[in-house]
């Protein structure tokens, strides 16, 4: 059996494989980077450096408007990340920040659903969440229910001497 | 319906239009383009010109290097002015230009610079105000200047002013009250009403109160919270006094009040040690009474983990003869509410109800649902056409109803109404109880009872089985007025209540007065219509395949120049048609056509043997008793125009054999489309209001035009050529191909100069097929039916003479 001739030399062929190889790989990566590339450019008109723009990401920000909120509010990338992992927003974990509060005591009373202003009314009065939960639950403010737990009453018994005109 | 044919577009003409009217186009757009460019270039700007050596050295002695100094001149500073500016404390050249801008010279900007930018300087200069003035105001947080003068006008200095500006009160604002003897702390008190809060946590009040109010209620010796509540729940300044006079404090007042007793009565029962309800139970018992009552209501109110909620209602009541219950035990469970938050904003709610059960004395009992025009749901407990007989029964409701709850960023408010809806009996005693499920812990326990935004009820909370359990008691008779409401909120931690996407889209759906099941109803039968026309079409109203066209060279058995065209133009009939008629009849003998000066006249030459019936009633048309009709003239135009109904109407009728339109499978794709209309329009259970009617409207016209477009698309698809239509279809496209190459040799000169026997004998149907003869040259030769110019018969000008008007004198010339 004699050999047919190819239309196309060995080293052609193995070269135009080779460039396919190459460009599968640059084609794609050249497009990330492009848009890599506008998406760095956008976010340096509201003031991130690339360098700012890549941490951001790499705490999972990819929207440019939230990343703005959290660095308003004074937040690092990394602090933010935590802060929203916990569902806070950024107006809200500032405030419970400037109120004093870290991450996980913020989580804790809010959880029960206090407001940062509340949670450092009941914390001055020396009581654990679990306490202000119980004393809120009756109608007490914090002050009331401090005096009444200071005379010995728990929440229950402090509510029903109130109800009947009583006091501490 | 398509013709099949390949050849349907426009002329060359057309192409050349279209041509002529995109070039200027272009050029002009590319004319914009260089300007753009041109101006947008380095052409822009003319660089600075080099400074000459004086001028160097000029600079040079100020202190200047020769950049620095073409950026001083090029904004016309001078050497010596320039090194004053410095001096001054302003370095560059162009913040310079901007102070001098202001009207600052460098002496003056040396005092402002260090204080303001400058425009703020030199807005604080132009109204007249020192540097140190300037510096006072900015420091009280008055940094505009336009405000430092208004506040200066009403006659403020910069600390006070400072006061009003960092509460947010305009200069405008200032004057009344501070003459009202306000300060601004208590004008911030007394002005605005209470706050209401959004999502965003934003606070914002709507109410704001005037002066003079603020000033009549705490000359009275009111506090504003008590003035503001008092306005809130309708007690005017003389009432207030009186009960003050009369030695009641506020709300003590409104409570002897809403017990029905003017402040002297009041303060007598006082004295005899009564309270308010006291007073008032003593006053009813005194009275006989043979109103109904019910002596008791208690609603025990459970919130299920999915967010339904699961209420029994226990009425105890009392029949007296003659009283209010005439029929069956009513009670109403409305179809809209309002869901207040603690927060004193709301949302409308659509709660649903089921699971509806009664019992009378203990007993089962029916309880027929009557819907009135509101949608509200009225149980007739009994049973429709029962009577509750006389005396005390014990009437129990259970139900479950959905869309009760309010879900907030960090807790969840469930409010309802006990008595959310004036009661046509009163009621004794009320109470109600609500449970928690279990783990969710109670946030507050708020609501109304009494009058507007009176809280007259006891709330406790405590635990059974783990879940938080909240007591409510009125401690008032809701019996005075109609008005008188009871409504529970209780807030609670988040997370231990999770309604399930279903449930929501429900609730969504009533609150949006069924919207959801409409639309769900306008895609279903959207989907059913289209259906329905796409099976239709595919069944009946596809074109059967275009056989082989072959290069024919005569028009298809039985078809005239003005049928081809009908078919080719989509059934219209234009002036070309009745031009193709008109020649085709000559060229049978039936008339000649004579040309003189531009002017057509048509001439009756022998009978119309061999023609369709329609073309002898053209010629019937056009010459009625006479022998001659001059083209242009007198009625010659709607005579003309006349004619070309009776073709349409002839040819129509020709057209039908050929093709069908499949109307008849169009009908039930209608129907369907009406029905889908009528039911998402009956679904719809929208409040009454501008709003609402403007929806409706749209909402209606879009479903209209939405099914009507689709019907008008398919009666155009649903439209194919039978068998017979189609092979017509096939030989047209034949004929048109041989007679087009033909045409096209002869205006190329490939064939013999002058018109050949061939291309004469068809140029009837070539006119109707739209193949371009305009340039080609009739010969009274070949064509015997023609006198006139010595050029030949031009089909264009004939053509045109259908429209043209000619004036008598020339004519009869």
């Given amino acids: 059996m004699s050999e047919e001739r190819s239309g196309m030399n060995v080293w052609r062929a193995r070269f135009l494989v080779g460039l396919i190889a190459v460009g599968a790989f640059l084609v794609p990566y050249a497009c990330a980077m492009l848009i890599e590339n506008a998406l760095v450019q956008s976010w340096a008109r509201y003031g991130f450096s690339p360098e700012q723009t890549r941490e951001w990401w790499r705490h999972g920000f990819r929207s440019r408007a939230t990343a703005v909120q959290w660095r308003a509010s004074r937040f690092e990338p990394r602090e933010a990340a935590s802060w929203e992992t916990n569902r806070f927003i950024a107006a809200e974990a500032k405030e419970w920040k400037q109120a004093g509060f870290d991450l996980a005591g913020a989580a804790e009373w809010r959880r029960y659903a206090f407001r940062h202003e509340e949670a450092g009314e009941w914390q001055a009065t020396g009581m654990s969440v679990g306490d202000a939960v119980s004393w809120r639950k009756q109608g007490f403010s914090p002050r009331e229910a401090q005096r009444w737990k200071e005379a010995g009453h728990s929440p229950m018994n402090a509510a029903e001497r109130r109800a009947a005109g009583g006091s501490p | ?520 109803i306008l895609v279903v039968g959207f989907c059913g219509t289209i259906s329905y026309y796409s099976v239709a079409w595919y069944r009946v109203g596809r074109d059967p395949k275009a056989g082989m066209v072959l290069p024919e060279f005569e028009p298809p058995a039985g078809a005239s120049p003005a049928f081809i065209r009908y078919i080719l133009k989509r059934r219209r009939v234009d002036d070309v048609s009745i031009a193709a008629t008109l020649v085709h009849l000559a060229q049978r003998g039936a008339i000649r056509i004579e040309e003189r000066e531009g002017v057509y006249q048509l001439r009756k030459a022998g009978s119309a043997e061999g023609c369709a019936s329609y073309e002898r009633d053209v010629l019937a048309t056009v010459f009625g008793d006479i022998d001659r009709f001059i083209m242009g003239v007198g009625r010659a135009r709607s005579i003309l125009l006349g004619v070309r109904w009776k073709v349409k109407r002839a040819l129509k009728a020709e057209y039908q054999s050929y093709f069908v339109s499949n109307a008849r499978h169009l009908w039930p794709g209608l129907l369907v489309s009406g029905a889908t209309l009528l039911g998402s329009l009956i679904v719809l259970n929208l409040r009454t209001g501008r709003k609402a009617e403007t929806f409706l409207t749209m909402y209606s016209g879009f479903q209209i035009t939405l099914f009507a477009f689709l019907g008008l698309l398919f009666y155009f698809l649903l439209k194919a050529p039978t068998r017979e239509g189609r092979t017509l279809l096939d030989g047209i496209a034949g004929y048109r191909d041989a007679l087009a190459a033909n045409y096209r040799k002869e205006e190329g000169g490939q064939s013999d100069p002058g018109m050949s026997p061939f291309l004469a004998r068809h140029l009837p149907y070539a006119m109707a097929l739209g193949i371009e003869c305009d340039r080609l040259a009739f010969r009274w030769a070949s064509t015997q039916w023609f006198t006139g110019r010595s050029g030949g018969f031009s089909v264009r000008d004939f053509i045109a003479s259908i429209r043209r008007r000619v004036p008598r004198k020339r004519a009869s010339a």
């Fill in chain 2, 1 to 520: 319906m398509t013709t099949g044919l390949p050849y349907q577009n426009g002329s060359p003409h057309c192409r050349m239009r279209t041509m002529q009217i995109r070039r200027p186009v272009l050029i002009a757009f590319a004319c914009v383009l260089l300007i753009t460019l041109y101006h947008s270039g380095p052409h822009a700007g003319q660089p600075d010109p080099p400074l000459t050596p004086e001028e160097q050295q000029r600079w040079a002695e100020s202190g200047f290097v020769p950049e620095d100094a073409l950026i001083w001149k090029r904004v016309g500073i001078g050497p010596a002015e320039a090194r004053e500016w410095v001096m001054a404390g302003i370095q560059f050249a162009e913040w310079a230009n901007q102070w001098k801008g202001e009207g600052f010279g460098p002496a003056d900007a040396a005092k402002w610079v260090r204080i303001a930018n400058v425009y703020t300087a030199g807005e604080f200069r132009k109204r007249g105000f020192s540097p140190a003035d300037a510096t006072a105001w900015m420091e009280t947080g008055v940094g505009s200047a336009l405000r430092a003068e208004e506040f200066r006008e009403i006659g403020l200095g910069p600390k006070e002013a400072g006061r009003w500006w960092k509460l947010k009160f305009y200069p405008q604002e200032v004057p009344p009250w501070r003459d009202a003897g306000f300060g601004p702390e208590e004008t911030l008190e007394w002005k605005y009403g209470k706050k209401e809060y959004h999502n965003d946590g934003l606070g914002y009040s709507r109410t704001v109160f005037s002066v003079e109010w603020a000033r009549e209620w705490r000359g009275g010796g009111f506090t504003s919270d008590e003035a503001k509540w008092a306005t809130r729940i309708g007690v005017k300044f003389p009432e207030a006094i009186q009960w003050k006079r009369a030695g009641f404090g506020l709300s003590e007042a409104v409570r002897w009040k809403d017990s029905g007793f003017a402040p002297d009565q009041a303060a007598r029962l006082r004295a005899e040690g009564l309270n308010p309800v006291e007073a008032e139970e003593r006053r009813d018992a005194a009275t006989a009474t043979s109103e109904d009552e019910i002596t008791s209501l208690h609603a025990d109110i459970s919130l299920r983990e999915d967010g339904s909620v699961f209420v029994t209602e226990s009425f105890e009541v009392l029949n007296r003869p003659g009283g209010a219950i005439r029929g069956c035990f009513e009670r109403v469970l409305p179809a809209h509410t309002t869901l207040w938050y603690r927060s004193s904003s709301s949302r409308d709610a659509s709660p649903s109800y089921s699971h509806v059960a009664a019992f009378i004395d203990e007993s089962p009992t029916p309880a027929d649902v009557v819907k009135d025009s509101h949608g509200d749901r009225i149980l007739c407990i009994g049973g429709k056409g029962s009577q509750l007989a006389e005396g005390t029964h014990a009437v129990t409701i259970s139900y479950v109803t959905e869309d009760r709850l309010i879900t907030l960023r960090d807790h969840e408010e469930l409010f309802f109404d006990v008595i959310g809806r004036p009661l046509r009996i009163p009621v004794r005693r009320a109470s109600a109880t609500i449970r928690l499920p279990r783990g969710a812990d109670v946030v507050f326990a708020d609501g109304f009872a009494g009058l507007q935004e009176r809280k007259d009820f006891t709330a406790r909370v405590h635990q059974v089985d783990g879940s938080d359990v909240v007591e409510y008691a009125v401690w008032r008779p809701l019996t005075l007025k109609p008005e008188m409401v009871f409504q529970v909120s209780v807030g609670f931690t988040k997370g231990f209540v999770r309604t399930s996407l279903w449930k929501k889209a429900r609730q969504f759906d009533r609150q949006t007065g069924r919207l959801l099941t409409s639309l769900l």
